[in-house]
């Protein structure tokens, strides 16, 4: 098997078309056989189909794909998701409102219940969190710095 490439020119344009072929004998000639039209496939594609052929007793020692490529762990979507979901069935994404803070309140929720982490982690975005020694949730602004307030859970 191999791949032959041909180009031809009529009117002033070039085109190229990409076979990939077989040759047989019969009869004591030498025939080809087309097996596909690979002029769909991309040049990066058909170099990789001519570089498998060219090696195809011993592919192995091409390497894989798990030797060209690293792995790494993207943003998590899946917990947030469920966990949204689960608050909307019990009602509590409703119960919360779809103002800013009722907003900011639910991703705090959401937050607490996938990561069980420190209080100022569940704070979005920077805004203040509960102060030392309180025991419960609090509304609070920080005027300071134009921020309005939110709820802050402990």
Request: with cysteine; net charge positive.
């Given at each position: 098997m191999y791949i032959d490439t041909s180009h031809i020119t009529r009117g002033g344009k070039t085109y190229t078309r990409h076979?990939?072929?077989?040759?047989?004998?019969?009869?004591g000639k030498v025939l080809h056989?087309?097996?596909?039209?690979?002029?769909?496939c991309s040049a990066a594609e058909i170099e990789a189909m001519r570089l498998a052929l060219r090696h195809?007793?011993?592919?192995?020692?091409?390497?894989?794909?798990?030797?060209?490529?690293?792995?790494q762990q993207g943003m998590a979507?899946?917990?947030?998701?469920?966990?949204?979901?689960?608050?909307?069935?019990?009602g509590i994404a409703q119960a919360l409102g779809t103002t800013r803070e009722g907003k900011l309140?639910?991703?705090?929720?959401?937050?607490?219940?996938i990561d069980q982490g420190r209080r100022s982690m569940r704070t979005w975005m920077g805004w203040?969190?509960?102060?030392?020694?309180?025991?419960?949730?609090?509304?609070?602004?920080?005027?300071?710095?134009n921020r309005p307030a939110c709820f802050c859970m402990m």
């Amino acid at each position: 098997m191999y791949i032959d490439t041909s180009h031809i020119t009529r009117g002033g344009k070039t085109y190229t078309r990409h076979l990939l072929r077989e040759s047989y004998r019969a009869n004591g000639k030498v025939l080809h056989r087309t097996l596909a039209n690979l002029s769909h496939c991309s040049a990066a594609e058909i170099e990789a189909m001519r570089l498998a052929l060219r090696h195809k007793e011993a592919l192995e020692h091409l390497g894989t794909i798990q030797d060209a490529i690293t792995l790494q762990q993207g943003m998590a979507f899946g917990a947030v998701w469920t966990v949204y979901h689960v608050a909307r069935r019990l009602g509590i994404a409703q119960a919360l409102g779809t103002t800013r803070e009722g907003k900011l309140a639910l991703w705090q929720v959401i937050a607490r219940v996938i990561d069980q982490g420190r209080r100022s982690m569940r704070t979005w975005m920077g805004w203040l969190g509960p102060k030392h020694g309180e025991r419960s949730g609090s509304w609070r602004s920080d005027k300071r710095r134009n921020r309005p307030a939110c709820f802050c859970m402990m």
